[in-house]
T-cell receptor, first 114, second 113 residues
C-alpha cells in the first residue's frame, strides 16, 4: 500500500519553463491537496479538490493550475516558473470531503527555479 | 488564515526523558487541533488530534493537552527516543474546509544520546 505518491522527487527549472507535478493516492480518498513548504514557514495550501471533478483555490494559488484527473490523481502545473516558486511541494489526501485533521502526505517534490 | 505559532524553534532532550512541545493559537473558534511529525526529507505524518470540546487526548507515548483559556496546545512525548527526532508542528482547523486548516512553522526536536 503506497499511500500518496509524488513525482518527480527533484526538479530544476529555468525561469519561464513549465512543468507538472504528479500525485496519486491509492486509499480511495475523496479529497486531495497541494501544499508548498518554505523555510521557516508553515505549509501553505495552493489548491485543493474536495471530490472528483471539483477544485478550489487555497491561500497561494497564483502561478499554478491543477487538474483532478480522476479520484486517484491530482496534478499541479507551473505554466511559467519563477524563482519565487522554488519550494518543496507536498501532495496530500484525506478520506472525507470535509477536513478534520488527518491528512496523508506524500514524500514531497523539491523544485528549484533558477 | 489565523496564525499558529510555536514557543520555541528548537528543543533538545536526553533520550529517555519526556518532551513537551508547545503551540499557541489565536482563533478561539478553531474546532480541531492537530499535531504532525516531519522527519528530514519526508512528508508530514499525522500524530494525534484533539477536538475543541476536549482538554486532553492520549495516544501511544503521546499526549496532547488543550487549554482554551489561554489558547495553548502542547504535545507531550513520553520516554523520548532517537526516532522521535524530527520537526513537530501544530495545525488548527476552523471548520471543515481545507482553506481553514492553518499550519504552524514547527519545532525541531533533537534527541541527545
Amino acid at each position: 500500500n503506497a499511500g500518496v505518491t509524488q513525482t518527480p522527487k527533484f526538479q530544476v527549472l529555468k525561469t519561464g519553463q513549465s512543468m507538472t507535478l504528479q500525485c496519486a493516492q491509492d486509499m480511495n480518498h475523496n479529497s486531495m491537496y497541494w501544499y508548498r513548504q518554505d523555510p521557516g514557514m508553515g505549509l501553505r495550501l495552493i489548491y485543493y479538490s474536495a471530490s472528483e471533478g471539483t477544485t478550489d483555490k487555497g491561500e497561494v494559488p497564483n502561478g499554478y493550475n491543477v487538474s483532478r484527473l480522476n479520484k486517484r490523481e491530482f496534478s499541479l502545473r507551473l505554466e511559467s516558473a519563477a524563482p519565487s516558486q522554488t519550494s518543496v511541494y507536498f501532495c496530500a489526501s484525506s478520506g472525507g470531503t470535509r477536513v478534520t485533521g488527518e491528512l496523508f502526505f506524500g514524500e514531497g517534490s523539491r523544485l528549484t527555479v533558477l | 488564515g489565523e496564525s499558529v505559532g510555536l514557543h520555541l524553534p528548537t528543543l533538545s532532550v536526553q533520550e529517555g526523558d519526556n518532551s513537551i512541545i508547545n503551540c499557541a493559537y489565536s482563533n478561539s473558534a478553531s474546532d480541531y487541533f492537530i499535531w504532525y511529525k516531519q522527519e528530514s526529507g519526508k512528508g508530514p505524518q499525522f500524530i494525534i488530534d484533539i477536538r475543541s470540546n476536549m482538554d486532553k487526548r492520549q495516544g501511544q507515548r503521546v499526549t496532547v493537552l488543550l487549554n482554551k483559556t489561554v489558547k495553548h496546545l502542547s504535545l507531550q512525548i513520553a520516554a523520548t527516543q532517537p526516532g522521535d527526532s524530527a520537526v513537530y508542528f501544530c495545525a488548527e482547523n476552523l471548520g471543515g474546509s481545507a482553506r481553514q486548516l492553518t499550519f504552524g512553522s514547527g519545532t525541531q526536536l533533537t534527541v541527545l544520546p
